[in-house]
């Protein structure tokens, strides 16, 4: 029996949905009832296959990647920075304790107290974001068919627990 153009184009999109859930085309297969060679077509024309599919995460990936080391590198460079003015920090403050006067160590104390506290350098975390073409979509069997969603009723006198 041929299946309708809508029924195809729902199992299509259920098998693009799972496959970029990371499920195997004959898993996808299986499930669905639909044979591996037509789900070869559809990701072909839908643009789903695993080497289009590889594509994507290697492009968000590597992005991900360029950021994360561009927010490293700021890192570094605001804890050089702030190495260096600690440097002519504690230069001054050393001139001021050469002096000895009660007005230079209470100029060291100020200038001690309000340096900001350094920490530590932690490399950066790689986080692969969620594929937008599939964290807003759930499945078809998901979806709200409007009311009861029962098949059938059946009326308290129709039921026998026995």
């Not at 199992?11 to 037509?38: K, M, Y």
Request: net charge negative; aromatic share 4%; charged share 30%.
């Amino acid at each position: 029996m041929a299946r309708s153009g809508s029924e195809l184009m729902g199992l299509a999109f259920e098998a693009e949905r799972l496959v970029r859930l990371g499920e195997s085309r004959a898993e996808v297969s299986r499930r669905l009832g639909v044979h591996v060679s037509t789900l070869s077509q559809w990701a072909l024309r839908g643009g789903w296959r695993k080497k289009d599919l590889d594509m994507e995460r290697t492009v968000a990936s590597t992005r991900a990647t360029i950021l994360a080391i561009r927010e490293g590198n700021s890192r570094v460079d605001r804890r050089n920075a702030l190495r260096g003015r600690l440097a002519e920090v504690w230069q001054e403050a050393l001139e001021l304790l050469a002096e000895g006067s009660e007005a230079s160590l209470d100029r060291v104390m100020c200038m001690v107290g309000g340096m900001e506290q350094q920490g530590r350098l932690e490399p950066p975390k790689v986080v692969m974001p969620v594929d937008p073409l599939v964290a807003k979509i759930g499945s078809l069997g998901d979806a709200d068919l409007g009311g009861d969603r029962t098949i059938y009723q059946l009326d308290e006198e129709d039921y026998d627990p026995d």
